[in-house]
């Protein structure tokens, strides 16, 4: 008897859904035919609203509930849904990678010390002496880590030509810019790009984010 009254009921439904996309089929708009699909499909998940909806189609004045527009559509089903969470944009993770080169710099040369360092003071000679140090120690660490080579052949002050399709990120116009490429003018920097890297790996659980450990000696 239980199965006799659920067919029955599934047949209802069934019935009343497409009653209500042949009624708003007529009216000729693809807006009407969407409502009607989203009305059966609200009858279908609620049984007040499916009674209303009969009730309503069999010319009871009885008001139907508002069918609010649905956020998103299931592939196949006109019943609004949610978007899954693995469908919502990550947000990039932070990482420590920006500051490695950086630290290798501070443990070699202090270079992070002498630059936050306030130096105002300090008589031009001492200030030579450790810019020399720091000099020679920081340029082996970028000789160590990293393989460079210059954007554009040539020195400062050299007259030099941008060709037309020039990479921008590659090769900075400045001054009276006109016209288009080519472009001639003086080099005032020849660039700098890297063509290799070579970070020694950070060891498990060290803290990406330290430039230089703090150092406390015992007694």
């Given at each position: 008897?239980?199965?006799?009254?659920?067919?029955?009921?599934?047949?209802?439904?069934?019935?009343?859904?497409?009653v209500?996309?042949?009624?708003?089929?007529?009216?000729?708009?693809i807006?009407n035919?969407?409502?009607?699909?989203?009305?059966?499909?609200?009858?279908?998940?609620?049984?007040?609203?499916?009674?209303?909806?009969?009730?309503?189609?069999?010319?009871?004045?009885?008001?139907?509930?508002?069918?609010?527009t649905?956020?998103?559509?299931?592939?196949?089903?006109?019943?609004?849904?949610?978007?899954?969470?693995?469908?919502?944009?990550?947000?990039?993770?932070?990482?420590?990678?920006?500051?490695?080169?950086?630290?290798?710099?501070?443990g070699?040369?202090?270079?992070?010390?002498?630059?936050?360092?306030?130096?105002?003071?300090?008589?031009?000679?001492?200030?030579?002496?450790?810019?020399?140090e720091?000099?020679r120690?920081?340029?082996k660490?970028?000789?160590?880590?990293?393989?460079?080579?210059?954007?554009?052949?040539?020195?400062?002050?050299?007259?030099?030509?941008?060709?037309?399709?020039?990479?921008?990120?590659?090769?900075?116009?400045?001054?009276?810019?006109?016209?288009?490429?080519?472009?001639?003018?003086?080099?005032?920097?020849?660039?700098?790009?890297?063509?290799?890297?070579?970070?020694?790996?950070?060891?498990?659980g060290?803290?990406?984010?330290?430039?230089?450990?703090?150092?406390?000696?015992?007694?």
């Amino acid at each position: 008897m239980d199965m006799l009254w659920l067919g029955v009921a599934l047949g209802a439904l069934a019935a009343s859904f497409v009653v209500g996309v042949a009624a708003v089929a007529r009216a000729g708009t693809i807006n009407n035919v969407v409502f009607g699909l989203t009305v059966a499909g609200q009858a279908r998940i609620d049984p007040a609203f499916a009674a209303r909806l009969r009730a309503a189609l069999a010319g009871v004045a009885e008001p139907v509930a508002e069918v609010k527009t649905p956020v998103a559509y299931a592939p196949g089903s006109p019943v609004a849904v949610s978007p899954p969470p693995s469908l919502k944009p990550a947000v990039p993770k932070v990482t420590g990678e920006a500051v490695r080169l950086l630290a290798l710099l501070q443990g070699e040369s202090r270079l992070v010390d002498f630059l936050l360092e306030d130096i105002a003071g300090a008589p031009d000679a001492q200030i030579g002496q450790a810019v020399k140090e720091i000099h020679r120690k920081a340029a082996k660490v970028l000789k160590d880590h990293l393989t460079l080579s210059v954007v554009m052949a040539g020195a400062d002050g050299d007259r030099v030509t941008v060709a037309p399709g020039f990479d921008p990120s590659a090769v900075r116009v400045v001054g009276n810019v006109t016209g288009r490429p080519p472009f001639t003018g003086t080099l005032l920097h020849p660039g700098w790009r890297v063509k290799e890297v070579r970070l020694p790996a950070l060891a498990d659980g060290q803290d990406p984010f330290v430039l230089q450990p703090a150092e406390v000696e015992l007694a």
